[in-house]
């Protein structure tokens, strides 16, 4: 068996899938229709089976940016995902709580807004780390984002 295997998702040129090693899928800006396939099938799930943690504070110190964070919250429910917000500041001083949370996920959503705040945050509620030991396939346990910045 091959370590390497190509895929095709429709009109996407190939590219190669490990599956041996994390998963992630970046982007910037909207989600489109092939970015939801291309989740789904990252994912090995249907959106009704895939579980997402929204961690949307790199909005908290952007004015009036609750309608936009809501509505790209809506538009995952609408497409049939589990969204479960995560509000950092809630849970900084309850880390293992927040790390059985994180790994009850299947993906973890990191929403847009001011970076330099997201950073700090990820790393006062110790979910960086969490992140990156899930990332990189192991248990998750509290303190230090997925780079440096």
Do not use: C
């Not at 068996?1 to 982007?27: D, G």
């Not at 939801?36 to 929204?54: E, M, N, Q, S, W």
């Not at 309850?94 to 996920?105: G, I, K, S, T, W």
Request: a positive charge.
């Amino acid at each position: 068996m091959s370590i390497i295997q190509p895929v095709r998702l429709r009109e996407w040129r190939y590219f190669y899938i490990m599956p041996e090693l994390p998963k992630l899928l970046l982007y910037s800006l909207s989600i489109n229709e092939r970015q939801y396939d291309a989740l789904d099938h990252l994912v090995g799930k249907p959106p009704t089976a895939i579980r997402i943690a929204f961690i949307e504070n790199a909005a908290d110190v952007i004015p009036d940016s609750a309608p936009w964070v809501k509505a790209i919250r809506n538009a995952f429910r609408r497409r049939g995902y589990h969204v479960d917000p995560i509000d950092l500041r809630v849970w900084q001083r309850r880390p293992e709580q927040l790390a059985r949370r994180l790994e009850a996920q299947d993906v973890i959503w990191l929403g847009g807004g001011n970076t330099y705040y997201l950073r700090w945050i990820l790393k006062a509620s110790g979910a960086d780390e969490m992140i990156r030991r899930l990332v990189r396939g192991g248990p998750s346990s509290a303190a230090g984002a997925p780079a440096p910045s």
